[in-house]
């Protein structure tokens, strides 16, 4: 299509079997460097519709400043063709083989000068999949321990769904009882993206830099996919979504 963003969609069957067997994949330059500068202001378009000032993501006062997350993005924005690439779409849809939905997007934003760690934990410790779901996460500038990457604990997608507690920031997120000792952190470039399992144990450092790390995740669930949260059946997701996920016209605290 000529509006898609992706630079690429088609996946080898060595990157599928990777994926298979690590619970992840990298997927570097997914987008153009041009297009992440774009998306990364949209982001901060979205922190300031918010009421977050731009020299407050440079600074963390509290807890939140971990992880901001918004769902909200606007009509017609590049964050917009993003989220319903019929590319993006194509790959989760190879990686959890058969036909996928759109679950949801999210900024992921940590502001800097000390905006924490982010605890090891699984998607799925949330609203629970009975089925594959996946995580596709843009880095939107350069990612490294210093700013806080993600990190990636390989193959931990394969002892299922963990039990959970509430972090120690008691902020409302989870966390795994025991942390992995082996995990890698992931250095992406602006444009680079990851796609990880929901039951991949991944977490953040600390962002020790004086800017805000900024990225973007779009998550997509098969469309077998039946869902439950604290016990209660939510039933099939394709037919029952969860979120709802259309464009804006305006970005508000309102909508969250």
Excluded at 136 to 158: R, V, Y
């Amino acid at each position: 299509m000529a509006n898609e963003i992706l630079r690429y969609a088609k996946l080898t069957d060595n990157e599928v079997q990777f994926y298979g067997n690590s619970g992840y994949l990298s997927l570097p330059g997914l987008i153009g460097q041009g297009d992440a500068t774009t998306l990364a202001e949209e982001v901060v378009v979205v922190m300031e519709g918010l009421g977050m000032k731009r020299e407050d993501l440079r600074r963390a006062s509290t807890s939140k400043d971990k992880l901001r997350q918004s769902r909200q993005y606007l009509a017609g924005s590049q964050l917009e063709r993003l989220v319903h690439s019929d590319g993006l779409l194509a790959i989760a849809a190879r990686l959890m083989g058969g036909p996928s939905t759109l679950y949801m997007p999210f900024t992921a934003v940590k502001s800097g000068g000390g905006g924490g760690r982010f605890h090891f934990h699984q998607d799925n410790q949330y609203t629970r999949f009975d089925g594959p779901g996946i995580n596709i996460w843009f880095a939107l500038m350069e990612m490294k321990p210093e700013n806080g990457c993600l990190q990636m604990a390989p193959a931990s997608h394969l002892m299922g769904t963990l039990d959970s507690v509430e972090s120690e920031d008691r902020d409302g997120h989870r966390t795994v009882a025991i942390e992995p000792e082996d995990f890698l952190p992931l250095r992406m470039m602006p444009g680079d993206a990851v796609a990880f399992s929901r039951l991949t144990l991944h977490g953040s450092g600390a962002n020790s830099s004086d800017q805000p790390r900024l990225g973007y995740a779009v998550q997509f669930h098969r469309d077998d996919v039946r869902a439950s949260r604290e016990g209660f059946d939510l039933g099939l997701l394709k037919e029952n979504p969860r979120y709802d996920i259309k464009p804006v016209d305006a970005i508000s605290p309102e909508n969250e």
